[in-house]
Nanobody
Framework: QVQLVESGGGKVRAGDSLRLSCVVS????????MGWFRRAPGKEREIVAT?????YYDDSVKGRFTISTDDAKNTVYLQMNSLKPEDTAVYHC???????????WGQGTQVTVSS
């Protein structure tokens, strides 16, 4: 069974940076398409970035966020630069082998950006 544990969230000011980590256990991260999602208060979950054969970024984070994977550490990262208040959300990582509906999810880490 795959388990994902996120860390690295916190409270920062606009313009600051954070790096989120997601440690995967149970299977190799290279077996999955890995993704970062977020859910802001009162909003639906939205995709932030994914990495598999291709790398995808939502337009709202393109140029500011970078997803990367360290196979040796079985960890996926989300480097977030130039943070904005609208980036405030709970960030979850996910590991998918056959679509996001059946993906394994972490518990989430809170990111709060003040203006």
């Amino acid at each position: 069974q795959v388990q994902l544990v996120e860390s690295g969230g916190g409270k920062v000011r606009a313009g600051d940076s954070l790096r989120l980590s997601c440690v995967v256990s149970g299977r190799a991260v290279s077996e999955f398409v890995m993704g970062w999602f977020r859910r802001a208060p009162g909003k639906e979950r939205e995709i932030v970035a994914t990495q598999g054969t291709y790398t995808y970024y939502d337009d709202s984070v393109k140029g500011r966020f970078t997803i990367s994977t360290d196979d040796a550490k079985n960890t996926v990262y989300l480097q977030m630069n130039s943070l904005k208040p609208e980036d405030t959300a709970v960030y979850h990582c996910a590991a998918a082998s056959s679509g996001w509906d059946t993906a394994s999810w972490g518990q989430g880490t809170q990111v709060t950006v003040s203006s």
